[in-house]
């Protein structure tokens, strides 16, 4: 049985996208599985797991945020992020947009990964730090956001995991086919009745009733007796 799912980690500077713009490459310098597309969207400045699928309800579970994969980050901060900090973080941070959600937050390790070409650019009296963030939304640049509301800017962002799907065993630029697990295909097919069962029910309103019709004579009729009384009742 043919997969419909691929785990890619993708570069630093490539679109999330099959068209390239310009000079920025995109995921046809990859990814040759025909009518494959990606499952939501990861900056172009950021690096990491991106799902694709060729299905339309599979694509919609794991974009929406309303169905509640949760997507994990290994961030690099400017700073030695605080324990204040990690703890706006885990209650909410108030953006442009809106609140965000409570997000998991803690401090870690430099994990052992990859370097970034080009290299991140740190300056030489400011220590750096990381943090694996957890978060089930997707406002536009919201990790990046949260972390300078704290007071520590981002220098490197890399999505390590999309609900049970992570990077482990994916150098940049590789991509490999996957099961999609047994939850979210239970998902995809609630989905899939919800949509059927929508599309099949009848509308219970029913038919709207309709006023007796009248003869277009009689009505300019009595519109004319009307009148004509009104005039005599004028003239006395």
Known sequence: MPSHLIRFNKPFQVLSQF???GEKMALSSFIDAPDFYSAGRLDYDSEGLLLLTNQGPLQHLIA????KMPKTYWVQVEGEI???????LR???ELKDGLTKPAQAKRI???NIWPRTPQVRERKNIPTSWLSLQIHEGKNRQVRRMTAAVGFPTLRLIRYAIGPYTLEGLAPGEWQYTDTTSELQNEVNQFEQQRKKQATTPNR???RS??????H????ARQSNRSESTSRARRK
């Open 91 to 93: 209650h909410g941070i």
């Open 205 to 207: 309103r029913g038919p």
């Open 64 to 67: 929406s945020p309303k169905f």
């Open 109 to 111: 390790t430099a994990p």
């Open 210 to 215: 309709e006023r007796p019709k009248v003869p």
């Open 217 to 220: 004579g009689k009505r300019v």
């Open 19 to 21: 068209t390239s713009e």
């Open 82 to 88: 605080s324990d204040q900090a990690l703890e706006q």
